[in-house]
C-alpha cells in the first residue's frame, strides 16, 4: 500500500522564480493537505484540497497557490519566491476531514538563494 | 497567543524513565488531538490522537486529555534511545490541523 508521495525530493531556485511541487495521496484518502516547516518550527497550515476545491486556506499570500486533480493527487505553486520561502513543504493526505490523523510524506526541501 | 503551544525542551530523559510532554491549546471547540513523531530530517508521523477527556494507551505510550484546562499531554514509559526526536502535538479545528511548534526529546543511554 503506498504511501504518500512527493516530488521533488530537492530542489534548489532563484528569488522571483516560480516553483510547482506535486504530491499523490495515500490510497483511499482524498484529501490533501499543504505545510510549510520552517527548520525548528511546527509545520504551518497553508491550504487544504477536497474535491478538487481550496477547502480551506491558512494565513500565506496568494503567491500560494494549489490545485487538486480528479485523482486526488495535488500540486503546490509558489510564485515569485522570496529567501524566506526556503522551508521543508509537506504534504499530507487523509480520508476527507483529518479526524483520524493525517499520513505525510517525505517532503520538499526547498532552498532559494 | 499561539493556538497550541509546546515547550520547546530539550527534554532530556534516562534511558528507562518516563518521558512527559505537554501541550495546551486556545480554541475551546477543538474536538480531536494528536501526536507526532518526526525524527531529525524526516517528516510527522502519527503516534497517538484522543478525542475525549482521559487517558489512552497504545503501548509505552499514553495520551491524557483535559477539555476543561485545554490540556494535552503524552506519557512515554520505558523511555528508549530510539524515543529522542521531537514530539508535535496537534489540534483539530474546523477542517485544518494546527501543530505546536514542537518538543525535543532527548533519551540517554
Known amino acids: 500500500d503506498a504511501g504518500v508521495t512527493q516530488s521533488p525530493t530537492h530542489l534548489i531556485k532563484t528569488r522571483g522564480q516560480q516553483v510547482t511541487l506535486r504530491c499523490s495521496p495515500k490510497?483511499?484518502?482524498?484529501?490533501v493537505s499543504w505545510y510549510q516547516q520552517a527548520l525548528g518550527q511546527g509545520p504551518q497550515f497553508i491550504f487544504q484540497?477536497?474535491?478538487?476545491?481550496?477547502?480551506q486556506r491558512g494565513n500565506f499570500p496568494d503567491r500560494f497557490s494549489g490545485h487538486q486533480f480528479p485523482n486526488y493527487s495535488s500540486e503546490l505553486n509558489v510564485n515569485a519566491l522570496l529567501l524566506g520561502d526556503s522551508a521543508l513543504y509537506l504534504c499530507?493526505?487523509?480520508?476527507?476531514?483529518?479526524?483520524?490523523?493525517?499520513?505525510f510524506g517525505s517532503g520538499t526541501r526547498l532552498t532559494v538563494v | 497567543q499561539k493556538e497550541v503551544e509546546q515547550n520547546s525542551g530539550p527534554l532530556s530523559v534516562p534511558e528507562g524513565a518516563i518521558a512527559s510532554l505537554n501541550c495546551t491549546y486556545s480554541?475551546?471547540?477543538?474536538?480531536?488531538f494528536f501526536w507526532y513523531r518526526q525524527y531529525s530530517g524526516k517528516s510527522p508521523e502519527l503516534i497517538m490522537s484522543?478525542?475525549?477527556?482521559g487517558d489512552k494507551e497504545d503501548g509505552r505510550f499514553t495520551a491524557q486529555l483535559n477539555k476543561a484546562s485545554q490540556y494535552v499531554s503524552l506519557l512515554i514509559r520505558d523511555s528508549q534511545p530510539s524515543d529522542s526526536a521531537t514530539y508535535l502535538c496537534a489540534v483539530l479545528g474546523g477542517f485544518k490541523t494546527i501543530f505546536g511548534a514542537g518538543t525535543r526529546l532527548f533519551v540517554k543511554a
Open positions: 499530507a493526505s487523509s480520508p476527507r476531514t483529518g479526524d483520524y490523523g493525517y499520513t
Open positions: 490510497s483511499g484518502h482524498d484529501t
Open positions: 480554541d475551546r471547540v477543538s474536538q480531536s
Open positions: 484522543i478525542y475525549s477527556n
Open positions: 484540497y477536497y474535491e478538487e476545491e481550496e477547502r
